[in-house]
């Protein structure tokens, strides 16, 4: 777990079961004022002894470190972060990406460019509406 300090600034993290949602609150008082059902006494014992979050069939209460500065690599890790180059430049008559694209679909697994083939099909769709596959070749692939 990331080392707490005494500088470091924690928030009260409501996890609502039954809708999914998360509330965020500055400290434990708000909450509770906000939500009287909800006993301070009893959630700041939960939270402050075992560091355990509180829990019932409807929320989940917890504290929270804010973590203001980036963690720490691991131990183990002499790996530096780096950013990594997502983009080529190239004039666009060098950049034969027709060839680029057929080598990179024909290195992928069958169920793959399947998936792919569906995928693009089933955006040009409406909805309900279904692919002519009258138009369709069946074509046995060579051995």
Same mark, same amino acid.
């Given at each position: 777990?990331?080392?707490?300090? *005494?500088?470091? +600034?924690?928030?009260?993290?409501?996890?609502? +079961?039954? %809708?999914? #949602? &998360? #509330? &965020? /609150?500055?400290?434990?008082? %708000? /909450?509770?004022?906000?939500?009287?059902?909800? %006993?301070?006494?009893?959630?700041? %014992?939960?939270?402050?002894?075992?560091? *355990?979050?509180?829990?019932? @069939?409807?929320?989940? &209460? @917890?504290? =929270?470190?804010?973590?203001?500065?980036?963690?720490?690599?691991?131990?183990?890790?002499? +790996?530096?972060? =780096?950013?990594?180059?997502?983009?080529?430049?190239?004039?666009?008559?060098?950049?034969?990406? #027709?060839?680029?694209?057929?080598?990179?679909?024909?290195?992928?697994? &069958?169920?793959?460019?399947?998936?792919?083939?569906? /995928?693009?099909?089933?955006?040009?769709?409406?909805?309900?509406?279904?692919?002519?596959?009258?138009?369709?070749?069946?074509? +046995?692939? @060579?051995?």
């Amino acid at each position: 777990m990331y080392p707490a300090s *005494i500088k470091e +600034k924690r928030v009260v993290l409501i996890h609502w +079961k039954g %809708n999914n #949602e &998360v #509330e &965020v /609150f500055s400290n434990l008082k %708000n /909450f509770c004022l906000s939500y009287p059902q909800y %006993n301070y006494n009893t959630l700041n %014992n939960y939270l402050s002894k075992g560091k *355990i979050a509180y829990e019932n @069939e409807t929320i989940r &209460v @917890e504290r =929270k470190h804010i973590i203001a500065k980036p963690k720490p690599l691991s131990l183990g890790s002499n +790996k530096e972060r =780096k950013i990594a180059l997502v983009a080529r430049k190239v004039p666009m008559k060098e950049a034969n990406d #027709e060839r680029r694209d057929l080598q990179y679909w024909l290195s992928q697994p &069958v169920q793959k460019r399947a998936e792919a083939t569906t /995928f693009l099909i089933s955006q040009m769709l409406r909805k309900g509406q279904r692919m002519d596959k009258s138009i369709v070749n069946k074509i +046995k692939p @060579e051995k």
